[in-house]
């Protein structure tokens, strides 16, 4: 918005700041952080006078988590409302890169939401049934798709190898849009602890904050040998927004947590991600930088798969950092190491930019 006045103006004085990514990246950060920050605690309150007994506790989850009923959830939509505002503020809404990232974020929030409500009205942990959540999710994530391949094809860029490509034809929209759901759905199953989550969002939007603007710079884009996506480089200012909203609600999802994020945000944030991952035709790279959404996924799929065939489980409980916790880790300990391994995977999701 403030990019559409600027420019109607012909960037006059110092609104001539604002045609530079760099500072519109800064802004949007600072804007979503206080944004977040200020309407915060009146947030928290709100959503305990709603919910009442707050998010319900699984009776078979770990007995240290008892002590958290009545914490409120739909935390996510604090997030969503500082994100959203920056975003609309500082970016240029004329590229359809920005609008594809948007309707999922937005898209996934209602689907979290609906979710989230559910629970809560019927105080039970199962929600909305699974495969309607996932049908409109892939609805939501195609059309996203169609935007973006549109300007960027349907080539698969492998990490480590330059110009080693792909060409997947119309296979590359059944990846993308299960990219986009299945990474979405990972963050989701990620946030089950204080924190857990939401640090390992802001590592991954910093990482991917860097790769958006060397993919939309033609000369660095080039220099590394990654793909140019002309236009890219717009969704650094979205990953910034990330970035600051998240931080904002770490403040208040920092152990013991106040509020917790819920699908509303686990969901839209996962999808932010993986679309800004498409657009900028770093897919697999997502799969590395996002490695703890990833392994905490699958963590939970290869439980559900081998206890139905063999009676049997793989973990003592999953998603993973929940067996963690049951092998008497202490939960800031599972939390505080966790992040430790996002930080190292996006350092090596970052060394693919030039070990190429």
Known sequence: MLYWLAEWLDFPGILNLIRYLSFRSGAAVATALILGLWIGPRFILMLRMRQGKGQPIRDDGPQSHLAKKGTPTMGGLMILISLMISALLWMDLSNRFVWACLFVTAGFAIVGFLDDLDKVTKSSHRGIPGRVRLLIEFVIAGIAVLLIVSRTGTDLYLPFFNDVIIPLGPFYYVFAMVLIVGFGNAVNLTDGLDGLATFPVVIASLAFLL??????????????????????????????????????????????????????????????????????????????????????????????????????RVFRMAPIHHHFEQLGWPESTVVIRFWIVSIVLALAGLATLKLR
Not at 218 to 231: E, S, T
Not at 232 to 257: K, T
Request: glycine share 12%.
């Open 211 to 312: 790769i958006v603007y060397l993919s939309g710079n033609a000369v660095f884009a080039d220099y590394l040998g990654i793909p140019h996506v002309r236009g890219a480089g717009e969704l650094a200012v979205f990953a910034a927004a990330i970035i600051g909203a998240c931080l904002a609600f770490l403040w208040f999802n920092a152990p013991p947590a106040a509020v917790f994020m819920g699908d509303t945000g686990s969901l839209a944030l996962g999808g932010a991600l993986a679309t800004m991952a498409v657009t900028a035709q770093h897919e697999l790279v997502l799969v590395l930088i996002g490695g703890l959404f990833v392994v905490e996924a699958l963590s939970v799929i290869i439980q559900v798969f081998w206890y139905k065939r063999t009676g049997r």
